[in-house]
């Protein structure tokens, strides 16, 4: 038997305003959006040509999940966006004014920046130093 992660729950204080950060700045695609009842959707989104997984995007609905917004790992590295072309997403990224906290360093494991979303959840965007290797030799 076979297992994987599917999905991973970020809270939101809104589905359209989340959708449009997800899929305008970080060029995300929506896989699923459906209508649950007058307050809650289905709304999932991942990475273009991306087949690993997917982001839930749940609409905090009382005071306690909204205090979690931006905050689901206690100020840690929350996400770990993969690429294998850092510098052209970074780039990318810094045109569509994605705040980078920490700036792009070589590190033993590759090319990493750290950027927040909108609701200040911190994100590494990394190109694995596979990736890195490979394409200086080429």
Same mark, same amino acid.
Do not use: H
């Given at each position: ?42 709304? +999932? ?6 087949? %690993?997984?997917?982001?839930? @995007?749940?609409?905090?609905?009382? /005071? ?47 090319? +990493? ?6 609701? %200040?959840?911190?994100?590494? @965007?990394?190109?694995?130093?596979? /990736? ?7």
């Amino acid at each position: 038997m076979a297992q994987s992660i599917a999905q991973i729950t970020v809270l939101v204080n809104d589905y359209d305003e989340a959708i449009q950060f997800y899929t305008k700045k970080l060029n995300f695609t929506v896989i699923e959006d459906t209508v649950l009842n007058d307050t809650k959707r289905w709304v +999932v989104i991942a990475p273009k040509n991306s087949t %690993g997984c997917c982001l839930l @995007l749940a609409k905090a609905s009382d /005071k306690e999940q909204k205090e979690y917004i931006g905050n689901q790992t206690g100020g840690r590295v929350f996400l770990f966006l993969y690429t294998d072309n850092f510098w052209s997403d970074y780039n990318s990224m810094v045109e569509s004014n994605i705040n980078f906290i920490r700036q792009p360093t070589q590190e033993i494991y590759g090319m +990493v920046a750290v950027f927040e979303d909108l609701y %200040g959840n911190l994100w590494d @965007l990394v190109e694995p130093a596979s /990736k890195v290797l490979n394409k200086s030799n080429d």
